[in-house]
């Protein structure tokens, strides 16, 4: 098992950074893949941001050349550096990994099976 800690949610004003973390422990062979997705009131939870090992991510159109995903093996850590946030974007932000590691980034929620607690971010406009 891996257990995953997102950190670094919070109350901000539109326009403004935030960068948010996910640590990663246990079984850190499960963590081939990594992903962030978010959660607003009433919607769906969705995919934000991916990366397999260091090299390969994809991130979904309304946070291109905003938001960037990174992530330093030998801490165990991920981060999402959000730039420019929105008054739409406020969610419940989660961290996921998978065991897997493919050539592409897998967007598919159903395929993370390890997920953290998720950590609130509030935009103020």
């Known amino acids: 098992q891996v257990q995953l800690v997102e950190s670094g949610g919070g109350l901000v004003q539109a326009g403004v950074s935030l960068r948010l973390s996910c640590a990663a422990s246990?079984?850190?062979?499960?963590?081939?893949?990594r992903a962030w997705l978010r959660q607003a009131p009433a919607k769906e939870r969705e995919f934000v941001a991916g990366?397999?090992?260091?090299?390969?991510?994809r991130y979904i159109d309304a946070v291109k050349g905003r938001f960037t995903i990174s992530r330093d093996n030998a801490k165990g850590t991920m981060y999402l550096q959000m730039n420019s946030l929105k008054p739409e974007e406020p969610a419940v932000y989660y961290c996921?990994?998978?065991?897997?590691?493919?050539?592409?980034?897998?967007?598919?929620?159903?395929?993370?099976?390890?997920w953290g607690q998720g950590t609130q971010v509030t935009v103020s406009s």
């Open positions: 996921a990994s998978r065991p897997i590691a493919t050539s592409n980034v897998v967007t598919n929620l159903a395929a993370y099976p390890y």
């Open positions: 246990g079984r850190t062979s499960s963590t081939a893949a």
């Open positions: 990366i397999v090992w260091r090299t390969v991510t």
